[in-house]
């Protein structure tokens, strides 16, 4: 015999009475996991810009406007103002570059590959970069540049 409830008509209206032990509440307080889902969405929103991984250069500015973002994570090659080259955050000597490319080419799906190069160093270096991508196997080569940049009056607005 669980708790039952008894009504009795009153002058004063109607009462309830419970029998034996206190009801359960069936009601599920969602309060405190919104708190905790809200202090999460913080925490990344905090976090995810310094997981953005690179080596510090200093990147032209240009009025073109961001790629479509991709499935798998974009591989990056980078060229520093002395022009040395880093692949993702890895320093890698120009001799290793293509047989490295290669090896990574076999494992994606994409061939796309961001070209971050230093505003100072000559574009000589940058069209070597390029051609050893191209031998390597990446033939989607999108050069990151900073926003804001001269437009040529061109409308920039899309």
Excluded: C, K, W
């Amino acid at each position: 015999m669980g708790a039952q409830l008894i009504r009795r008509q009153s002058g004063s209206g109607t009462r309830r009475r419970r029998r034996g032990h206190s009801a359960r509440m069936a009601e599920i307080n969602v309060t405190p996991m919104v708190d905790v889902m809200l202090v999460l969405l913080v925490i990344f929103m905090v976090a995810a810009p310094m997981l953005v991984v690179g080596v510090p250069v200093e990147l032209p500015r240009s009025a073109a406007g961001a790629l479509p973002a991709q499935q798998e994570e974009p591989l990056s090659i980078t060229i520093g103002a002395d022009g040395s080259i880093a692949l993702m955050t890895t320093p890698i000597a120009a001799d290793d570059l293509i047989p490295r490319l290669q090896a990574i080419a076999a494992e994606r799906q994409n061939d796309r590959v961001f070209l971050r190069a230093d505003g100072a160093i000559p574009y000589e270096r940058v069209v070597q970069v390029m051609g050893a991508l191209n031998a390597g196997g990446f033939h989607n080569i999108g050069l990151v540049t900073e926003t804001g940049g001269p437009s040529f009056g061109a409308d920039t607005g899309r």
